[in-house]
C-alpha cells in the first residue's frame, strides 16, 4: 500500500546538507498495524508526514496503492487527505469554536457528501464511540482522553483507508492511553484500516503488528 | 459547508469580542461617513441631469484677452442670439435666463415668485414637464406665464389655474398674464430653479438694449443639433463676432500686443449642461470648488481605508491563534481556495453587520449631516439604481481589500509550521507596520491641514476689508418701489442713531437674500481697452462705508452734475494711467462722458479669494438700487437693527429678506470653505479615532505575545518604566515616520488649497510640529494603556502559565 524507495529528506546548512531522512527503504501493506520508534529528533515525524503528504522528500519515490504521489499537485493531493488518509495528533487539533458532533462532520464537508449521509454517518460513530451524550460540547469541556477520541472519530468518519498517528497518546496519562490504542487496535482488526503510529511507549508498540526503529534518519534493521 | 463556515464565524465573533467591536465599530463608523461623503460629492455630480437635451446644451461664454489676462463674461448682447441662430449652422434653440423674485397679484392677494424670465424656446431645451399645457405652444405669446404646480396652488388653491389671469409688477407697473401652463416642481437637483417662467420680453431693460451689440445683460444658452460639437460651435462663430465686433477686437488686439498676434483676441466658448453646477464661469455657479466633490470621496477613501488597514492587521493577527484550525482543515483535504472563501467570508460578515449598523447610523445622523454641513441628502437618493449598485459594488470591494488579503495570507500558510504551532505573531512584520505606517500618514495629513484651513478661515474673517463692517445694516429692497424706498429714507432720518445712508446695486458679502453679481463693462479709452467693474451707488456711499478718500469727494446732493460724476478705485486710477485723475473725463462705451469726482482706496468688494479689480461707482440710475446701506452708531446695534428692520417691514410688507449687518454677510461669503472645513475637521477627528483603535487592538494582540518576555524581563529586574518605554517604542517609531512622509504631502495639498485664495496666509513649519506632537502622544497614550497593564503584570502568572 504504502511503498517508500530511497526517501531522503535534507535541509541546507553551510555548503553541505544536514539528512534529516536518509534513503528510506519501506513497504507497509495493506491492513497492517506499524509502530514506528525512535529517540526525539530521529526523523520519525518527518517520515510520517512524507507518508501522510504534508512534507516532500528532497530525494527517492512515494508510490501510495501504486500511484507515484511524491510530486502531486495540490488538487489531487487534497483529494488523498479527503478520501485515504486519516490523520490523529498528539495535540489532538480539534477546531474550539465547533461542538463535538461538527468536529466530526467537518471531513464530510470538504468530501461533499449530502446532509443525510453526513448525520447518519456522524451518528454512526458518535454512537461507536459511546460519544452521543456529548455531541453538543465544545472541545474544551472535555478531557484531554475523550479530546483524542473525538480526534480519532474524526479521523475515520471518512472512512479512510490509513490512518497517520502522531504520538497519539503523547498528552495522555496511561488509563486513557491503553482506551485509545484498544481502539486502534480494534479498527485495525475489524475495520482494516491500516495504521501506523508514531510513539516513545513499548507498551503502544505492542499493540502494532511491526515495529520500525528509526535512528538517526534510518531504519534500523 | 456555509453554515459550517457561518458557524464558526459567529462564535469567532463573540470569543474575540475586543476586535470584532474594533472592526465593526471602526468599520461601520467609516462606511458611514464614506456614505455621507459620497452621496454629497454624488449629489453635486449629478446636478441637472435631468435634462433630456442636456448633452447638447450649452451657456455661452465670452473670452477676450485683454493682455494681462483672459477674462470670462457670462452676459451675452441679445441682438447675438438670434444672429447666431441666423447665421451658424446646428443652432437649434436658444434663451436667455434672468432670475428675479418679482412681486405678483391674484384678485386681493400679493405674492412674491421667484420668476426666470426666459425666451420662447426655453421649454422646448429644457426638461420641466407640464402637468397641463402644451410646451410647443406654452410661452409662445408675450403675455403668457407658466407656473409650477406649488405656486399654482399657493395662487389658486385646488381650482384650476390654466386659462386665469394674473397680474406681474414688472418696473414698476402691473401687467396682466394669462397662465398657460403648469409645470411640475422643480427637482432638487436643479441649478435652474424657478416658480414662474415668464417671456423675458416684458423685462423694462429689454427694449432699452434690444439692439445693443455693446450691452451684455444677461446669460444666453443654446441647444444644438445632435452631431453638432461644441468645438464646431466655437470654430463657426468666430466670422459671426468680426462681423459685429470689429470695433472691440480692434481695441483688445492693440492693448493685448504681442501676446495675441496669432489668435483670436475675443471669442466664445460653449459650456456644457453638465458643468454648469460646478464650472466657476458659469452662470449657476454656487461657490462650490470644482475639486471639493473629489475631496469627498478622497476623503471617505481614506477614512476607509484606515478601517480596512485596522481590519487587515486585527485579521492576521487573530488568524495566528487559528492556527491549528487552519492546518488541520488542510490536513483534512480543504484546497487553498476553500480556506481563503472561508476567511474572505468571515470578513464578508463582519463587513456586512458594519454596512447594516452605518446605514442605521446614516438615516439617523442625515438630518444632523444636512443641517450642520448645509448640504440636502435625502434618504431618495436610494431609490436610483445607480446608487444602490455603487454602494454594493464599492462594499464588494472593501471585503474584497480588507478580508482578501489576510484571507490569501492565512490559506498560504504552510501546513507543517501551522500545525506544530511554531508561527506566531511576530514581534513586528513589515506589512503590518506599513500599513499602520499609512494609517498614521493620513491621521496626521488629515490633522495638519485641518490647523491650516482654520487659520486660513481665522485670517480671512479678521482681514480688515477696508469698509465698516460692524456698524452697516444692509437691508435687501426685494424690487420695492422707489416711492418706498424714498419713504424708507425719510423715516431713517428720525432714528438719533443712525449717521447716514446709502444705496447700492449690490450687496457687500453675501446677504440674507443670498444673491450676488458684478457688472463688467469694457470701453476704449485713448485706444486701449479698459475693462472695469461698475457699480450703480446712492449719494454719501463712500462716507457711510468709510471708504477712505484718496483724493476729491464722495457723491453729494451738494453738487449738481453728480449725475455724470464717478468716483473710482485706485485700480481703475492705474489702468487710465493718469496721476491726479480727479477732473479728467473718459466715455463708458456709446453712454454719455462722465468725469471723475473722487478716488477711494481700493477696498474688498468682492471676497478675498479674488484681487480687487477696478471699479467705478456711478449714480445716474436711480431706478438700479436693490440695497439699502445704514450707519448706525449705537451701544445696542441689534435693538438699532430691529427697529430699522421692523420700519422697513411696515413700509414694504412684501419684504421677503431681513437685513444683516455687513459683518454678517462677509463671513457668509466663506460658507463653502466653513463647511468645507467642518467637514475635514470631522474626516480628521474619525480618522484619529479610527487609527487609534487599530493600533489599541493590535497593541493588546502584542502584549498578549510578549506577556513572557515581560515576565522574564521582570524577574531580572527591569523596572515599570523601563517595559513601558521598551513595549511602546516599536510603536512610536512607526508614527514618527508616518510624521515625516505627512508633511510635505499636507503642505502640498494646503499649498495648492490657498491658492484658491488671492489673500490667504502663509503656512509656518510648526503647524506640521503640532499635528506630529499629536498624533505622538495619541499614539502612544494608545500603547501606554496596554504596555502599562503588561509592565505592572506579576510575572509569576505570565511564567506559570507557560
Known sequence: MIQLQKISRHYPVGFGKNYI??????????????????????????????????????????LFEGERVDKMNEKKRTQLHRGSIGFVFQAYHLI???????????????????????????????????????????????????????????????EPRVILADEPTGNLHSDQAKVIMQLFKHLNEQDKITIIQVTHSDVNATYGNRVIQIRDGQIQP | MLV?????????????????????????????????????????????????????????LGKENTGINIKTGSSMAQPLAEAIQKEVPGVKHFSFMAADNLPVRYGANHYYLGTQMVNADFLKMFTFPLLKGNKNNALQELNQVVLTQKAATTLFGNSEAVGKTIELNLGGKWRPLIVSAVAVDIPDNSDINFEMLVRL????????????????NFPLFIQLDPGVTAASFEKNIIPLLHKYYNGKIEDLRKNAGATAKNSEVFWLEALPLRDFHLDENSHFYSGLNKFYPWLMIILSVLIVGIACINFINLSIARSFGRSGEIGLRKSLGAQDRQLLFQFWMEAFLLCCFALVLSLLLMISLLPYYNQVFGHSIALHVFRNINVVAGVVLGFFVITLLAGGYPAWKVARLNILEVLKGKLGLGKSSGVRNGLIILQFVAAVVLISCTAVIWQQLKFIQAAPLGYNTSQVISIPLDNAPPSVIAAMRNRLAEFQEV????????????????????????????????????????????????????????????????????VINEKMAKQLGVADPVGMEFKMGDDQPVHVIGVVKD????????????????????????????????????????????????????????????????????????????????????????????????????????????????????????????????????????????????????????????????????????????????????????????????????????
Open chain 1, 21 to 62: 531522512l536518509k534513503d528510506i527503504d519501506l513497504t507497509i501493506n495493506e491492513g497492517e498495524f506499524v509502530s514506528i520508534m525512535g529517540p526525539s529528533g530521529s526523523g520519525k515525524s518527518t517520515l510520517l508526514h512524507i507518508m501522510g503528504l504534508l512534507e516532500e522528500p528532497s530525494e527517492g519515490q512515494y
Open chain 1, 96 to 158: 474550539d469554536e465547533l461542538t463535538v458532533y461538527e468536529n466530526i462532520e467537518t471531513p464530510l464537508l470538504y468530501k461533499n457528501i449530502p446532509a443525510s449521509e453526513r448525520k447518519s454517518r456522524v451518528a454512526d460513530v458518535l454512537d461507536r464511540f459511546n460519544m452521543v451524550a456529548k455531541k453538543d460540547l465544545f472541545p474544551n469541556q472535555l478531557s484531554g482522553g475523550q479530546q483524542q477520541l473525538v480526534g480519532i472519530a474524526r479521523a475515520i468518519v471518512a
Open chain 2, 4 to 60: 459550517s463556515y457561518l458557524r464558526i464565524a459567529w462564535r469567532n465573533l463573540r470569543k474575540q469580542k475586543v476586535f470584532a467591536a474594533v472592526n465593526i465599530i471602526g468599520m461601520s463608523t467609516a462606511l458611514c461617513a464614506a456614505l455621507l461623503l459620497s452621496l454629497t460629492a454624488y449629489r453635486e455630480w449629478t446636478y441637472d441631469n435631468f435634462h433630456e437635451n442636456g448633452a447638447h446644451i450649452y451657456e455661452v
Open chain 2, 201 to 216: 420680453e416684458n423685462e423694462p431693460e429689454y427694449a432699452v438694449t434690444k439692439n445693443e451689440w455693446n450691452a451684455s
Open chain 2, 499 to 566: 449717521k447716514s445712508v446709502t444705496g447700492s446695486m449690490l450687496n457687500l458679502g453675501l446677504g440674507k437674500d443670498g444673491s450676488s453679481g458684478n457688472w463688467t463693462r469694457g470701453f476704449s479709452y485713448k485706444d486701449r481697452h479698459i475693462t472695469t467693474q461698475c457699480l450703480v451707488v446712492d449719494y454719501n456711499y463712500a462716507t457711510t462705508l468709510d471708504l477712505k478718500i484718496l483724493a476729491g469727494r464722495d457723491f453729494s446732493k451738494d453738487y449738481g452734475t453728480d449725475s455724470t460724476g464717478v
Open chain 2, 603 to 802: 477696498y474688498h468688494y468682492e471676497s478675498l479669494r479674488k484681487k480687487i479689480d477696478p471699479l467705478v461707482m456711478v449714480i445716474n440710475e436711480p431706478s438700479a438700487l436693490y440695497y439699502v446701506f445704514v450707519k448706525v452708531e449705537t451701544p445696542n446695534p441689534v435693538a438699532a437693527m430691529e427697529r430699522i428692520e421692523k420700519v422697513w417691514k411696515n413700509l414694504n410688507p412684501l419684504a421677503e429678506n431681513d437685513a444683516s449687518f455687513l459683518d454678517e454677510n462677509t463671513q457668509r461669503l466663506y460658507q463653502q470653505e466653513q463647511r468645507f472645513s467642518k467637514i475635514f475637521v470631522s474626516g480628521a477627528v474619525l480618522a484619529v479615532i479610527i487609527s487609534a483603535m487599530g493600533l489599541f487592538a493590535i497593541a493588546v494582540l502584542v502584549m498578549a505575545q510578549r506577556r513572557k518576555e515581560i515576565g522574564i524581563r521582570k524577574v531580572l529586574g527591569a523596572s515599570i518604566s523601563g517595559i513601558v518605554l521598551l513595549l511602546s517604542k516599536d510603536f512610536l517609531r512607526l508614527v514618527l515616520v508616518a510624521v515625516v512622509i505627512a508633511a510635505p504631502a499636507a503642505w502640498y495639498f494646503m499649498y495648492r488649497w490657498l491658492q484658491n485664495f488671492e489673500y490667504h496666509v502663509a503656512i509656518h513649519w510648526w503647524v506640521f510640529v503640532i499635528a506630529g506632537l499629536l498624533a505622538v502622544v495619541i499614539a502612544f497614550l494608545t500603547v501606554s494603556m496596554q504596555s502599562v497593564k503588561a509592565a505592572l503584570a506579576n510575572p509569576v502568572n505570565s511564567l506559570k502559565r507557560d
